[in-house]
């Protein structure tokens, strides 16, 4: 059965026929490490979009008229729209987790199973949305193809070059789910040109999470301790002399605590968001890992017979996995596991 791992297990596939090749790379090894890291933090990422709106209950002024029950509204909130929420981001991660399974599954000549079936991981697309927005028609376009050569691989059990086939034919689906956009354009020094994301996985964490929860939750912050720092301003500082000294002191307290709790709670969301800036960085160096693998998988084959593999299920010889293209490939995997390295220790450090 297949255990819920992070979206840098797109790499998964060729580590694994690596090391299935009698290749005992550092490479292969790191990249086993560094993945247990990143497995915790997309989960506790997903999570936090939950969590977010649980830290906002705390900053209702409950002295306020109708502060209790205001701060009750906003839990049951919490629980009928960010609870969903955080499930269904998780949900659709974990139809790229499963393809990546399924992948590292053929690498290792293990039978493929899963724990949701088709059909469901088919309607967690279509149910997919982050505060009530759908993600574009590139993302449904992407996550269905991906759930198609998910479902090829399982039920028809296809064996041989699938690996090489799954990793050529679903790169340009990959790229759509994650980023919203269809595949980059090339530069003229053969450099990909990736496009800010429109709707993608990455976009929901940048547009729905931080523009959108991570800012809720500091306008909460913001309004819930300047209505103290109003009445601290109002407040008469008194000339100071005996009798009124330790009020006195007590006043500058007051402020300097407020001050250093109000510090630390925007600190907070500030940490939240650059780790959410890391994760999505991470979303998209491994985007761009899988088309460098592709581009070695498609060396030597005509574009026609791509072509023709990705929509007929047609035959077709890949290039050997020689010596050199091993090299390149580790070279690959080693810049990738150095990239993500300090990311995952941002968002683990946040989490």
Same mark, same amino acid.
């Given at each position: 059965?297949?255990k819920?791992?992070?979206l840098i297990?797109?790499?998964?596939p060729?580590?694994?026929?690596?090391?299935?090749?009698?290749a005992?790379?550092?490479?292969?090894?790191?990249?086993?490490?560094?993945?247990?890291?990143?497995?915790?933090?997309?989960?506790?990422?997903?999570?936090?979009?939950?969590?977010?709106?649980?830290?906002r209950?705390?900053?209702v002024?409950?002295?306020?008229?109708?502060?209790?029950?205001?701060?009750?509204?906003?839990?049951?909130?919490?629980?009928?729209?960010?609870?969903?929420?955080?499930?269904k981001?998780?949900?659709a991660v974990?139809i790229?987790?499963?393809?990546?399974?399924?992948?590292?599954?053929?690498?290792?000549?293990k039978?493929?199973?899963?724990?949701?079936?088709?059909?469901?991981?088919?309607?967690?697309? /279509?149910?997919?949305? %982050?505060?009530? $927005? #759908?993600?574009? *028609?590139?993302?449904?376009?992407?996550?269905?193809?991906?759930?198609? !050569?998910?479902?090829?691989l399982?039920t028809?059990?296809?064996?041989?070059?699938a690996?090489?086939?799954a990793?050529?034919?679903?790169?340009?689906?990959?790229?759509?789910?994650?980023?919203?956009?269809?595949?980059?354009?090339?530069?003229?020094?053969g450099?990909d040109?990736?496009?800010?994301a429109?709707?993608?996985l990455?976009?929901?964490?940048?547009?729905?999470?931080?523009?959108?929860?991570?800012?809720?939750?500091?306008?909460a912050?913001?309004?819930?301790?300047?209505?103290?720092?109003?009445?601290l301003?109002?407040l008469?500082?008194?000339?100071?002399?005996?009798?009124?000294?330790?009020?006195?002191?007590?006043?500058?307290?007051v402020?300097?605590?407020?001050?250093?709790?109000?510090? /630390?709670?925007?600190? %907070?969301?500030a $940490? #939240?968001?650059? *780790?959410?800036?890391?994760?999505?960085?991470?979303?998209?160096?491994? !985007?761009?890992?899988?088309?460098?693998?592709?581009?070695?998988?498609?060396?030597?084959?005509?574009?026609?017979?791509?072509?023709?593999?990705?929509?007929?299920?047609?035959?077709?010889?890949?290039?050997?996995?020689?010596?050199?293209?091993?090299?390149?490939?580790?070279?690959i995997?080693?810049?990738?596991?150095?990239?993500?390295?300090?990311?995952?220790e941002?968002?683990?450090?946040?989490?």
């Open positions: 059965m297949f819920k791992k992070s297990s797109i790499v998964i060729a580590a694994v026929l690596l090391a299935s090749c009698g005992n790379f550092q490479s292969v090894e790191n990249f086993s490490k560094t993945r247990k890291i990143v497995e915790q933090a997309s989960n506790d990422f997903a999570e936090d979009i939950y969590q977010s709106c649980l830290r209950t705390r900053y002024n409950l002295v306020a008229n109708n502060g209790i029950s205001t701060r009750n509204t906003l839990r049951e909130s919490c629980e009928t729209t960010e609870r969903p929420d955080s499930e981001f998780k949900s974990s790229l987790i499963n393809y990546m399974e399924a992948l590292g599954a053929i690498a290792s000549g039978d493929l199973s899963l724990d949701n079936s088709i059909e469901n991981l088919g309607q967690s697309i /279509k149910d997919f949305s %982050i505060r009530g $927005e #759908k993600p574009n *028609a590139n993302v449904v376009e992407g996550g269905s193809q991906i759930l198609k !050569v998910l479902s090829d399982v028809k059990k296809i064996r041989g070059n690996l090489q086939k990793i050529v034919c679903t790169n340009e689906p990959i790229h759509k789910y994650v980023t919203g956009n269809s595949v980059p354009a090339t530069d003229q020094n450099f040109l990736y496009e800010p429109t709707g993608g990455t976009f929901i964490v940048e547009d729905n999470y931080i523009k959108g929860t991570l800012r809720i939750e500091a306008d912050i913001n309004n819930y301790y300047e209505d103290y720092f109003l009445i301003n109002k008469d500082a008194p000339k100071i002399n005996q009798s009124n000294y330790q009020l006195f002191v007590d006043q500058i307290t402020g300097d605590r407020l001050t250093a709790d109000y510090n /630390k709670s925007l600190e %907070i969301v $940490e #939240k968001e650059q *780790a959410a800036r890391a994760y999505n960085q991470i979303l998209l160096n491994t !985007v761009g890992t899988h088309n460098k693998l592709r581009k070695e998988f498609e060396e030597g084959v005509k574009p026609q017979d791509i072509e023709r593999l990705c929509q007929v299920n047609a035959k077709v010889s890949f290039k050997k996995i020689d010596d050199e293209k091993m090299k390149r490939i580790q070279k995997l080693n810049e990738y596991v150095a990239s993500v390295k300090p990311l995952v941002q968002v683990d450090r946040a989490f």
